[in-house]
């Protein structure tokens, strides 16, 4: 579908299509495949949505506060979804899509997903994670309090603060200082356990004990952290590594298998 939009005066030679003096913008029409579920012991299902007039220039969560601007508009229940940046930071955004935590495109949380990677008539299968310590909570809602219970575990070094002391009084090699920042950029979003068929959280865990690992900072209680976020990672039910690899595959922020290898051989030397 195509629709023409009159440019203001005085800006008609800045269009797309001067000749016209028209801005052209393509909508699509796109048929959505919604998982629907009222709580955690509901029986879930999918629910078919038709939309029209999606532009292109929409975000994927704009597009669903578009669906449900339309569905309470007609007295139903709007499509339950989490959220709060929309920057890519929170990690609040997860859901799959079409087969793939965040969707199709790489290296991308789903509020920066953008249409123009749908096509126009294409169905939308969208789905919550699926893992037993995630349990539903609504629709494409889930409950990622476990990630939160593994950061309490651990995930944290115990020191006076106060004034921000020297950058250079405590000397850290280069590598080790990128490779701890490569990890801490992790935003515990759960898409990782969602890719893994075992539904590890290895590499969520590894990650937060990475950026501890490599500093200085964090070696002083590097064993007792190892020890207690690992076991609490069992204790709520995520599987092991399958090592096929998937969740540095669909990782939104590309966060690296290596450390994984790195909590194994931390996990080995705290005992």
């Known amino acids: 579908m195509e629709r023409n939009y009159k440019l203001p005066s ?42 029209d007039n999606v532009s292109p220039e929409m975000a994927f969560l704009e597009m669903l506060d578009a669906l449900n601007k339309t569905l309470v508009e007609a007295g139903k229940d709007p499509v339950a979804f989490d959220h709060d940046c929309r920057e890519g930071i929170c990690g609040s955004c997860g859901m799959y899509i079409n087969g793939h935590p965040h969707g199709p495109v790489p290296a991308v949380t789903t509020c920066h997903l953008s249409m123009r990677f749908f096509k126009d008539g294409e169905t939308i299968w ?25 950061q309490i575990a651990g995930g944290f070094i115990s020191i006076n603060t106060g004034a921000a002391s020297e950058a250079n009084a405590i000397l850290v090699q280069k590598h080790k200082s990128d490779n701890a920042f490569d990890s801490a950029i992790c935003i515990g979003c759960g898409a990782c356990v969602a890719a893994c068929k075992n539904a590890s959280a290895m590499l969520f865990v590894s990650a937060k004990i990475s950026q501890f690992a490599l500093l200085p900072q964090g ?22 590594c399958s090592n096929t690899g998937a969740c540095e595959a669909e990782c939104p922020k590309e966060i690296k298998l290596a450390n994984i290898a790195r909590m194994n051989r931390e996990f080995y030397k705290a005992w």
């Open 10 to 51: 005085g800006r008609g030679g800045n269009g797309l299509d001067p000749i016209r003096n028209v801005i052209l913008i393509r909508y699509m029409k796109l048929i959505l495949k919604i998982w629907r579920q009222k709580n955690a012991k509901a029986k879930g299902a999918f629910e078919t949505y038709k939309m």
């Open 126 to 150: 969208i789905e919550p994670w699926r893992a037993k310590p995630f349990p539903v909570i609504k629709d494409l809602v889930v409950d990622r309090s476990a990630f939160d219970q593994i």
């Open 219 to 240: 070696r002083i209680e590097a064993k007792e952290r190892v020890r207690s976020m690992v076991s609490r990672m069992d204790e709520l039910g995520f599987g092991n």
